[in-house]
T-cell receptor, first 117, second 112 residues
Framework: GAVVSQHPSRVICKSGTSVKIECRSL??????MFWYRQFPKQSLMLMAT?????????EQGVEKDKFLINHASLTLSTLTVTSAHPEDSSFYIC?????????????FGSGTQLSVL | GQQLNQSPQSMFIQEGEDVSMNCTSS?????WLWYKQDPGEGPVLLIA?????ELTSNGRLTAQFGITRKDSFLNISASIPSDVGIYFC????????????FGTGTQLKVEL
């Protein structure tokens, strides 16, 4: 079936460094991808909507200069956490929208656990 | 951001028991989805509901889309150990660009 691949699955970094997370749709072209953040024992909270070839739309309270999103192709979106701090430690999940007509409307990646020391 | 109210927050049941959880919203949705998430993984779609009043089954799972379009429930019959995980409801509004609003989650633990 359709797969959304997210990489890396786990990353540990020092405070102040930047981390890039990739989200790829393997079986389809995704015009829209979404980035979520999930803190322990909490739900998924939408951070931003990423559209191919245009600027991402950020949810209220999400700093666009801190969480840089690039959707350069129909199969790849990247999230860069710039100058990461311990409070940015979280589980980041992407999802991708397949073309119209697919039964399933959204596919999720397997997530990236970010730990900032 | 908005969240849907999901209850119960957690459940600890015996293997073989039936499980029921529900999700309510102050606003309407056109589509209700139920996901299961295992630790360290992304959510996996269990059931999708597209019409108010719709009752849909997937194996031991049954879910219903409330008539008011503001609620949904999920039932799991004859639970087994691999049902352990966190279950999330999610609402989708047509024209909302596939932006999902997630429920607060129900943690299910199954005792052998």
């Amino acid at each position: 079936g359709a797969v959304v691949s997210q990489h890396p699955s786990r990353v540990i970094c020092k405070s102040g460094t930047s981390v890039k997370i990739e989200c790829r749709s393997l079986d389809f072209q995704a015009t829209t991808m979404f980035w979520y953040r999930q803190f322990p024992k909490q739900s998924l909270m939408l951070m931003a909507t990423s559209n191919e070839g245009s600027k991402a739309t950020y949810e209220q309270g999400v700093e666009k200069d801190k969480f840089l999103i690039n959707h350069a192709s129909l199969t790849l979106s990247t999230l860069t956490v710039t100058s990461a701090h311990p409070e940015d430690s979280s589980f980041y999940i992407c999802s991708a929208t397949p073309p119209a007509g697919w039964d399933e409307k959204l596919f999720f990646g397997s997530g990236t656990q970010l730990s900032v020391l | 951001g908005q969240q849907l109210n999901q209850s119960p927050q957690s459940m600890f049941i015996q293997e073989g028991e039936d499980v029921s959880m529900n999700c309510t919203s102050s606003s309407i949705f056109n589509t209700w989805l139920w996901y299961k998430q295992d630790p360290g993984e992304g959510p996996v779609l269990l059931i999708a509901l597209y019409k108010a009043g719709e009752l849909t089954s997937n194996g031991r799972l049954t879910a219903q889309f409330g008539i008011t379009r503001k609620d949904s429930f999920l039932n799991i019959s004859a639970s087994i150990p691999s049902d352990v995980g966190i279950y999330f409801c999610a609402g989708l509004l047509t024209g909302g660009g596939n932006k999902l609003t997630f429920g607060t989650g129900t943690q299910l633990k199954v005792e052998l």
